[in-house]
């Protein structure tokens, strides 16, 4: 659906020229206050019967704007003096300061988001709106449950949920309180994180949620910042949860954290002593099949093994591939980074992983890997060489990473199979971990 500012937008100059002047003088300027036509599709309430909207974005996405509006579709009747759905409004956010700042005074917030006949007043000492027709609005802290167990509302405006730090005893008490009128609804805007209180939210059959991207709402954006923040995040997981608005899934006691692979990112690559590519292959090779992991890796293995590095270049891995059509793209992924050896398990396909191999290049450099441990057993040692800051990712490695922060002690903890980690796993034991373990300092000769 395209907001109605979009489709004028779109229209040709003559058709904009005709809406606007066929508008009164009153309509023009009421328009401006019209949320309805200039919102996006992110910023619409659901319908149905529900009792949460989780509106997700990234930064700047309009979340804010969203949640203004909802207070004010609540609060409203027809006219100034008519009353709404709700009367008792409860806004919070993560401290006082910034649902003040925020949610009441921001640019995008309520009082500049209300009509000069509809605008409620702002009474500091009670820290509270009140409206022409009577509602109210109290201001509270997520810093401070406590200060909610008493009141009562009829609507509550919730943002930047994910990130408070007693998100938990704060949402149980604004429940409680959620008691008033008919219907009592809540809306939630945040920038989503892997925190238990959105996710048992977003789980609940009583929430609707709604998201966007910061790029949705570009045309309210200076060009200068989405071009820095794009240029800064595109391709890894913090740009995925600021800018995306995606909430990205973190195992409990997880081998590997959102944090360290971001720590772990780096805009360029060194000159490598040595690349590889290794392969998952799936057990079948048809649509309903895992995918087939294929990851690229390089290592700088100057001096001793503590001084070594390992560089995760490219995650090539390919979904619902025949076996000719995965072998083709390990090939091709070792062409295109100057790879040595092609490193496949075969506990699933045997010698037929190799003769698949050989079919696409018959002079390949080639080594099967069998496992003879768990996949966390394997996975160990490698998520320690990331503990010591020893490897290192190439941006955009999104679907690796998601992987990776799904294994945790107990196992994988996502459907499907690991593959893009098991693939990751047997390249890093490739060029780190088995060389490590036959090395030798040299010796020096001793001239007689």
């Known amino acids: 659906m395209r907001s109605g500012a979009a489709l004028v937008a779109s229209a040709p100059v003559a058709a904009q020229r005709d809406f606007l002047e066929a508008l009164s003088e009153a309509e023009l300027l009421a328009l401006?206050?019209?949320?309805?036509?200039?919102?996006?599709?992110?910023?619409?309430?659901?319908?149905?019967?529900?009792?949460?909207?989780?509106?997700?974005?990234?930064?700047?996405?309009?979340?804010?704007?969203?949640?203004?509006?909802?207070?004010?579709?609540?609060?409203?009747?027809?006219?100034?003096?008519?009353?709404?759905?709700?009367?008792?409004?409860?806004?919070?956010?993560?401290?006082?300061?910034?649902?003040?700042?925020?949610?009441?005074?921001?640019e995008s917030g309520i009082l500049a988001c209300s009509p000069p006949d509809r605008r409620p007043e702002w009474i500091a000492g009670r820290r509270m709106l009140v409206w022409p027709n009577g509602a109210e609005a109290r201001i509270y802290s997520a810093h401070d449950p406590e200060s909610l167990r008493g009141p009562?509302?009829?609507?509550?405006?919730?943002?930047?949920?994910?990130?408070?730090?007693?998100?938990?005893?704060?949402?149980?008490?604004l429940q409680f309180g959620l008691r008033l009128g008919d219907h009592p609804r809540a809306c939630v805007t945040t920038t989503p994180r892997n925190v238990g209180v959105l996710r048992d939210l977003l789980a609940r059959a009583s929430t609707v949620s709604t998201h966007a991207p910061t790029e949705a709402n570009r045309a309210y954006l200076a060009d200068s910042f989405l071009e820095e923040v794009q240029a800064r995040y595109a391709g890894t997981r913090l740009g995925r949860q600021e800018l995306d608005g995606v909430l990205l899934a973190e195992a409990e006691g997880a081998l590997w954290t959102s944090a360290a692979l971001q720590a772990a990112q780096v805009d360029g690559l060194p000159v490598m002593d040595r690349i590889v590519v290794a392969v998952d292959p799936p057990v079948t090779g048809h649509k309903g099949s895992d995918a087939c992991g294929i990851v690229v890796v390089g290592a700088v293995t100057q001096g001793p093994p503590q001084d070594w590095r390992a560089y995760v270049i490219e995650d090539a891995t390919v979904s619902a591939a025949s076996p000719s059509e995965w072998a083709r793209a390990a090939v091709a992924a070792m062409q295109r980074h100057g790879a040595s050896r092609l490193v496949a398990e075969v506990n699933q396909g045997g010698d037929l992983v190799e003769s698949v191999v050989r079919q696409i290049d018959p002079m390949v450099s080639y080594?099967?890997?069998?496992?003879?441990?768990?996949?966390?057993?394997?996975?160990?040692?490698?998520?320690?060489?990331?503990?010591?800051?020893?490897?290192?990712?190439?941006r955009g490695l999104d679907a690796l990473e998601d992987q990776m922060c799904l294994?945790?002690?107990?196992?994988?903890?996502?459907?499907?199979?690991?593959?893009?980690?098991?693939?990751?796993v047997w390249a890093l034991q490739e060029v780190m971990i088995d060389p490590a373990a036959h090395w030798r300092r040299p010796r020096l000769r001793v001239l007689e």
């Not at 100034?80 to 759905?85: I, M, R």
């Not at 009562?152 to 008490?173: G, I, N, P």
């Not at 294994?407 to 499907?416: I, L, N, Q, Y």
């Open 152 to 173: 009562q509302f009829d609507a509550v405006w919730a943002d930047e949920l994910a990130k408070w730090k007693r998100a938990e005893e704060a949402w149980d008490m």
């Open 407 to 424: 294994m945790s002690a107990r196992g994988f903890d996502g459907s499907g199979s690991p593959d893009r980690v098991d693939a990751l």
């Open 367 to 394: 080594r099967g890997v069998r496992a003879s441990r768990g996949k966390v057993a394997r996975a160990e040692p490698v998520a320690a060489l990331y503990e010591q800051g020893r490897v290192f990712h190439a």
């Open 32 to 106: 401006p206050y019209l949320f309805e036509f200039w919102a996006l599709d992110h910023q619409v309430p659901p319908v149905g019967d529900w009792r949460t909207w989780v509106i997700l974005g990234g930064r700047g996405a309009g979340k804010t704007r969203a949640g203004a509006e909802w207070v004010r579709s609540m609060v409203e009747g027809s006219r100034p003096q008519d009353k709404g759905a709700a009367r008792r409004v409860a806004l919070i956010g993560e401290t006082i300061e910034q649902t003040r700042e925020v949610m009441v005074f921001g």
